[in-house]
Nanobody, 119 residues
Framework: QVQLQESGGGLVQAGESLRLSCAAS????????MGWFRQAPGKEREFVAS????????YYADSVKGRFTISRDNAKNTVYLQMNSLKPEDTAVYYC????????????WGQGTQVTVSS
């Protein structure tokens, strides 16, 4: 079982960047596809991006394609989400989870990390 801890959120202005991290524990991390999801106030949780366990394949929601980049470092048991050109509509709590690639979540949800983008 993989346990996850998200970090790196914050308050930024539109057009700026943030890098989220997801630290994982457990031997299964290196064999797990991983994904990022987000939930904005009053909205359902939605898929953002995912990466295969080798890192060789990635998948993005249309709303973030070209702006966000997911990556992983299996030696550090960490998944990253580089978010560039942030928009106010990216404001949400961001969660990472193990997935069935590309976007079926497997793990229970952690506390997430808040991203707020001001206009």
């Amino acid at each position: 079982q993989v346990q996850l801890q998200e970090s790196g959120g914050g308050l930024v202005q539109a057009g700026e960047s943030l890098r989220l991290s997801c630290a994982a524990s457990g031997r299964a991390f290196g064999r797990s596809a991983m994904g990022w999801f987000r939930q904005a106030p009053g909205k359902e949780r939605e898929f953002v991006a995912s990466i295969s366990w080798t890192g060789g394949s990635t998948y993005y929601a249309d709303s973030v394609k070209g702006r966000f980049t997911i990556s992983r470092d299996n030696a550090k048991n960490t998944v990253y989400l580089q978010m560039n050109s942030l928009k106010p509509e990216d404001t949400a709590v961001y969660y990472c989870t193990a997935v069935i690639f590309p976007k079926i979540s497997l793990s229970s949800w952690g506390q997430g990390t808040q991203v707020t983008v001001s206009s």
